[in-house]
């Protein structure tokens, strides 16, 4: 049978137009939803004949065809993920469900309000009847509230995505939400932070596994996680935090210690500046280039002992007049022929590239009765070196860049060189 005998069929079963049928037909094809599973959506789209139509339900459409001018949908489709976030609004916490579903032509994702009656269990098919749609940066997002009719319905969709939020850390992105990861706990500190019912102890830290490394924050301290501690975590999300992904465990998030050790990689991804910067902030990344400049601000600097902030003659943007405390930093920018990033040396690096601490660059500035003479040694060092520089990479309106961890000059061995190149081919 064509495509055309198929629409004929289905608009005369419906009682519906033959050409609208073939179009929706069409498309559903051009997404590769098997003929069968094309004509039941159709069905459900236009009601079925008998009970189409006149109640007020708003027509079914399939994911793909949601978009952000529709107010009210109706939708069948499979929960992928399902995460629960506690939120406040109007002086109340309100419980919140948030996820992706799918069907045959795409995914979507949902929040759930606390009028919403259904259970939205990942794997489950649901028959969603006036499921509002809102924006969300710049695409369709399903609203789930006291006005939409859930339905577990006993249907398999041939959808194109695994269902459940296993992820690896490499993959997470801000916005994900019902996430399972499996991790080993690197660097955890408990700190102290003004909550929403006054002081509250909340757990940040870093999180590995073999495809990365992320930060994290735990919200409502779970004992498992702990240094060195190899855990699953489930019903966790995604914000992001400067610039790049940081993984958050609440109340509702399960945690279990592992009875294996999770392997993490030892080595940040090395990438181009290009890529690293269009990738708009990475958490642990490994850059090459040379230094081209050693920007103002670099050497012997003053800080505000309020905020920290960097001053200048005494003076806080937020503090005003204070007294500053020394340390030590560098500027520098880096260049690799695709893009330039600042890199941002702290106190112990600096020193490291200066060859001096800071009583070393205070006496050399009291000398030379010029605080710049400090900035103008590590310049002299550094600037037209090719180095190697791992850290954190944040990419904002006051540019890009990159707070080293481990900086080191690039080889240039020759023979190393060519070793590792050869290396990275057969990788
Ligand atoms: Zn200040």
New binding site residues.
């Given amino acids: 049978m064509s495509l055309e005998d198929h629409a004929e069929d289905l608009a005369s079963d419906l009682g519906v137009d033959k050409e609208e049928v073939k179009r929706d037909l069409e498309n559903l094809v051009n997404y590769s939803v098997p003929m069968d599973e094309a004509k039941q959506s159709l069905r459900r789209k236009y009601g079925g004949g008998s009970s189409s139509g006149g109640d007020g339900t708003p027509s079914s459409k399939a994911i793909s065809e949601v978009t952000t001018g529709d107010s009210n949908v109706t939708v069948t489709a499979v929960v992928l993920t399902s995460g629960r976030r506690s939120i406040q609004y109007n002086g109340e916490q309100h419980v919140i469900r948030e996820g992706e579903l799918a069907d045959e032509t795409g995914k979507i994702s949902y929040t759930a309000w606390d009028g919403f009656s259904g259970d939205l269990e990942p794997g489950q098919t649901v028959r969603l009847g006036n499921a509002g749609v809102r924006e969300w940066d710049g695409k369709p997002e399903l609203n789930l509230g006291d006005s939409t009719q859930p339905e577990v319905v006993d249907e398999t969709l041939a959808i194109d995505y695994e269902v459940g939020g296993r992820a690896s850390l490499s993959d997470l992105e801000p916005g994900d939400r019902g996430i399972t990861v499996e991790v080993q706990v690197l660097e955890c500190e408990q700190k102290v932070i003004d909550g929403r019912d006054g002081e509250t102890t909340i757990l940040s830290g870093v999180l590995g596994d073999e495809s990365g490394r992320l930060p994290f924050t735990d919200w409502e301290p779970h004992g498992e996680i702990e240094v060195g501690a190899s855990v699953r975590i489930e019903e966790s999300f995604v914000r992001e935090f400067r610039g790049a992904p940081s993984v958050n465990v609440s109340e509702f998030s399960t945690v279990t210690a592992l009875d294996r050790t999770v392997e993490v990689a030892e080595d940040a991804p090395r990438i181009s500046v290009h890529e690293a910067v269009d990738s708009g902030g990475l958490f642990d990344v490994e850059l090459v280039g040379n230094v081209i400049e050693v920007r103002d601000g670099s050497g012997l600097i003053e800080r505000?002992p309020?905020?920290g902030?960097v001053i200048q003659n005494g003076q806080?943007r937020?503090?005003g007049t204070?007294e500053g405390e020394d340390d030590l930093r560098t500027k520098a920018i880096l260049d690799d022929g695709t893009g330039t990033v600042t890199v941002v040396l702290g106190d112990e690096l600096t020193a490291a590239v200066y060859g001096g601490d800071i009583d070393d660059a205070r006496e050399h500035a009291r000398n030379a009765m010029d605080k710049e003479v400090v900035a103008e040694r590590i310049a002299d060092r550094i600037v037209g070196r090719e180095y190697v520089v791992r850290g954190s990479l944040s990419v904002d309106e006051y540019g890009a860049n990159l707070t080293a961890s481990t900086f080191a000059e690039a080889d240039d061995d020759p023979a190393t060189r060519a070793e590792t190149l050869l290396r990275e081919a057969e990788a």
């Fill in positions: 505000c309020e905020c902030r806080c937020s503090h204070v």
